[in-house]
């Protein structure tokens, strides 16, 4: 008579499962494991499409400064209609109050290529290892005023009283000239430094400062402050500033493929401004806030985009040079054709760069 050991039975049926477990547990692990390897690879397709242009090209990473005015325009709607994609960029924008600032953020290595009115650029040239790569922008002389309140009506009437300025910024520069144009001495008046133009029209309305030079964008702000009136333009100095592409030379020492990118990215977004005044101005308001229809008027009848670097741009930046040294607002001298790297753009554009 058979005897059957059930214990036995039992033991062996739980090992069979514990074993039938193990595989399974092995075989969905496996399979786990090729689905994230092909995961994985999936998102290394798109990291290297995301740096790569259209044609295959490798994209170059850079970190670029903008002010908060129509000056950072070209910057903003060539990464918004991916100009600089198509011209070999990976642009990261970062917006600051003025040019200098952002020429300031590249000495101090938070971006590499910033922009400046040329005295502001000038200032910062003499303190670090940065390169001119171009003209790219320019406002009229009519695109900024002096307004005054308190009864002055005249140049003279400034004498005793505290203006308004932004260091370091074209602003100064402004100053200076008019004082020398009106006959006035720097020491007859107070200059009171603010760090943005917002602060600037705060202390122009409570009548801290008596006068300031304002962008069109504020000119409707600033008359509306009570006794305020318009006294000049740039005209009334002769001055028209200009404004210009800046880097650290290192970003362009031996690859001068990325300032002709960045030039050729640049002078599309000047035709795309021209052609497309609207959507440039309703970009103007979505990243820097300008009411739109002011952006607009700017970008109709107070702003030249334009790339280049000509005789007359090469002269300007001289003469600025010379004048502000002379005049103890640079105190560092420097060469400035050390200053220029202009093989891009020439690389770019042959017949825009036309100095001696």
Same mark, same amino acid.
Request: glycine letters at 8%; a negative charge.
């Given at each position: 008579?058979?005897?059957?050991?059930?214990?036995?039975?039992?033991?062996?049926?739980?090992?069979?499962?514990?074993?039938?477990?193990? %595989?399974?547990? $092995?075989?969905?692990?496996? %399979?786990?494991?090729?689905?994230?390897?092909?995961?994985?690879?999936?998102?290394?397709?798109?990291?290297?499409?995301?740096?790569?242009?259209?044609? +295959?090209?490798?994209?170059?990473?850079?970190?670029? +400064?903008?002010?908060?005015?129509?000056?950072?325009?070209?910057?903003?709607?060539?990464?918004?209609? +991916?100009?600089?994609?198509?011209?070999?960029?990976?642009? !990261?924008?970062?917006?600051?109050?003025? @040019?200098?600032?952002?020429?300031?953020?590249?000495?101090?290595?938070? %971006?590499?290529?910033?922009?400046?009115?040329?005295?502001?650029?000038?200032?910062?040239?003499?303190?670090?290892?940065?390169?001119?790569?171009?003209?790219?922008?320019?406002?009229?002389?009519?695109?900024?005023?002096?307004?005054?309140?308190?009864?002055?009506?005249?140049?003279?009437?400034?004498?005793?009283?505290?203006?308004? %300025?932004?260091?370091?910024?074209?602003?100064e520069y402004i100053w200076g000239k008019y004082f020398?144009?009106?006959?006035?001495?720097?020491?007859?008046?107070?200059?009171?430094?603010?760090?943005?133009?917002?602060?600037?029209?705060?202390?122009?309305?409570?009548?801290?400062?008596?006068? $300031?030079?304002?962008?069109t964008a504020f000119f409707d702000k600033a008359e509306?402050?009570?006794?305020?009136?318009?006294?000049?333009d740039l005209s009334a100095i002769n001055i028209r500033?200009?404004?210009?592409?800046?880097?650290?030379? /290192?970003?362009?020492?031996?690859?001068?493929?990325?300032?002709? @990118?960045?030039?050729? /990215?640049?002078? !599309?977004?000047?035709?795309?401004?021209?052609?497309?005044?609207?959507?440039?101005?309703?970009? $103007?308001?979505?990243?820097?806030?300008?009411?739109?229809?002011?952006?607009?008027?700017?970008?109709?009848?107070?702003?030249?985009?334009?790339?280049?670097?000509?005789?007359?741009?090469?002269?300007?930046?001289?003469?600025?040079?010379?004048?502000?040294?002379?005049?103890?607002?640079?105190?560092?001298?420097?060469?400035?054709?050390?200053?220029?790297?202009?093989? +891009?753009?020439? !690389?770019?554009?042959?017949?825009?760069?036309?100095?001696?």
């Amino acid at each position: 008579m058979w005897k059957v050991n059930f214990k036995s039975n039992r033991g062996g049926t739980g090992q069979v499962k514990s074993k039938q477990s193990r %595989v399974w547990k $092995a075989v969905a692990g496996a %399979v786990l494991l090729m689905g994230i390897m092909i995961s994985l690879s999936g998102c290394g397709d798109v990291k290297a499409k995301s740096e790569e242009t259209a044609d +295959g090209a490798k994209l170059q990473k850079v970190r670029i +400064g903008g002010d908060s005015s129509l000056f950072s325009l070209q910057f903003r709607v060539a990464k918004e209609q +991916g100009l600089f994609e198509k011209n070999g960029i990976d642009a !990261e924008i970062s917006t600051f109050s003025f @040019g200098i600032d952002t020429l300031n953020a590249v000495l101090t290595d938070r %971006v590499d290529v910033g922009e400046a009115m040329d005295y502001a650029a000038l200032s910062a040239l003499s303190k670090g290892d940065l390169k001119v790569l171009s003209l790219f922008s320019s406002p009229k002389e009519t695109s900024s005023k002096l307004f005054a309140r308190d009864g002055i009506s005249r140049p003279e009437d400034l004498i005793g009283k505290k203006l308004g %300025v932004q260091k370091g910024t074209v602003n100064e520069y402004i100053w200076g000239k008019y004082f020398e144009t009106f006959h006035i001495d720097k020491k007859d008046v107070t200059l009171v430094p603010l760090q943005s133009t917002a602060e600037i029209l705060a202390a122009y309305d409570r009548g801290d400062i008596q006068a $300031a030079w304002f962008g069109t964008a504020f000119f409707d702000k600033a008359e509306k402050v009570e006794g305020s009136k318009a006294l000049n333009d740039l005209s009334a100095i002769n001055i028209r500033t200009k404004g210009f592409l800046v880097a650290k030379a /290192a970003l362009v020492k031996d690859n001068p493929q990325i300032s002709a @990118g960045l030039n050729k /990215a640049l002078a !599309e977004a000047s035709k795309y401004i021209a052609d497309h005044p609207e959507e440039a101005a309703e970009l $103007a308001f979505k990243e820097v806030k300008i009411p739109k229809d002011n952006a607009l008027r700017e970008i109709k009848n107070e702003w030249e985009f334009d790339v280049r670097f000509n005789q007359e741009d090469y002269d300007q930046l001289k003469e600025i040079k010379e004048w502000s040294v002379a005049n103890g607002y640079i105190e560092q001298d420097f060469k400035l054709d050390d200053k220029l790297a202009l093989e +891009g753009l020439k !690389e770019a554009f042959p017949d825009k760069v036309t100095i001696q």
